[in-house]
């Protein structure tokens, strides 16, 4: 697998605002969205090109465009969400799926409740989308239910990672791109990411 960390000061300066208690609903979701949109960009820097001819107002010329079927954004429920946009507002034509897990408060281990992937995943490159890679049981359960849709080319993008979660995603999928904001110190007895930024799918959507 391979694995990039961001060291776009930019996404840097706008994570740690993101771990900050004092940063309100309104300004995490803004920020979430804005850290998924300079990690994209960073991502998306192999998609492959073909070129096309257009005509501008001054000649016929022959020019790149993004290769191959729409790309399909895949946000992990609920806290991926806050990601989507972000990706969204880089390739506005993206197919958007959705895979629903919530992890068992006393286990840690992730249970499915939902799953729709846009039609012919196999032939997509797929752009997995979480702030979060804790013990990464949610990220392993989610590219096993996309590998069993048939879906190939895959990205996993995260704002936070614990080591803990990078390795059980390498171990058990080394064959997708792994794309971390940032790698921070381990898990605490909670299994939640230190220093981390608590719940980001409570602090996006103000739950609790
Ligand atoms: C969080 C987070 C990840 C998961 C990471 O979701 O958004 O999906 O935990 O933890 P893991 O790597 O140990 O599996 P949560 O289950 O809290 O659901 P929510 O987004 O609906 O709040
Ligand atoms: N899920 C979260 O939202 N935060 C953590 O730190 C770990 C899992």
């Not at 949109?37 to 790149?64: C, H, K, N, R, S």
């Not at 993206?94 to 196999?122: N, S």
Request: aromatic share 6%; net charge negative.
């Amino acid at each position: 697998m391979s694995v990039y960390y961001m060291t776009h000061p930019l996404i840097q300066h706008k994570i740690t605002l993101l771990r900050k208690t004092t940063t309100v609903t309104a300004e995490f979701r803004k920020l979430i969205e804005e850290i998924a949109m300079l990690m994209g960009y960073e991502a998306f820097a192999d998609l492959p090109l073909t070129d096309i001819e257009v005509e501008t107002p001054i000649e016929t010329t022959t020019q790149p465009v993004l290769d191959g079927k729409k790309l399909a954004v895949v946000p992990i429920l609920r806290a991926g969400l806050g990601m989507v946009n972000g990706i969204l507002s880089l390739v506005p034509s993206a197919r958007v799926g959705h895979i629903g897990l919530f992890r068992d408060p006393e286990t840690h281990l992730p249970h499915e409740y939902f799953c729709k992937l846009p039609e012919a995943i196999d032939k997509r490159q797929i752009v997995l989308v979480d702030p979060m890679l804790a013990t990464g049981g949610s990220a392993v359960a989610a590219v096993d239910a996309i590998k069993a849709h048939g879906g190939k080319k895959i990205k996993f993008m995260s704002v936070l990672a614990a080591p803990e979660g990078v390795s059980a995603l390498m171990q058990a999928h080394p064959d997708i791109q792994l794309y971390i904001g940032c790698l921070d110190r381990c898990l605490n007895e909670n299994a939640y990411i230190c220093p981390g930024l608590g719940d980001a799918g409570d602090r996006i959507f103000g739950t609790k």
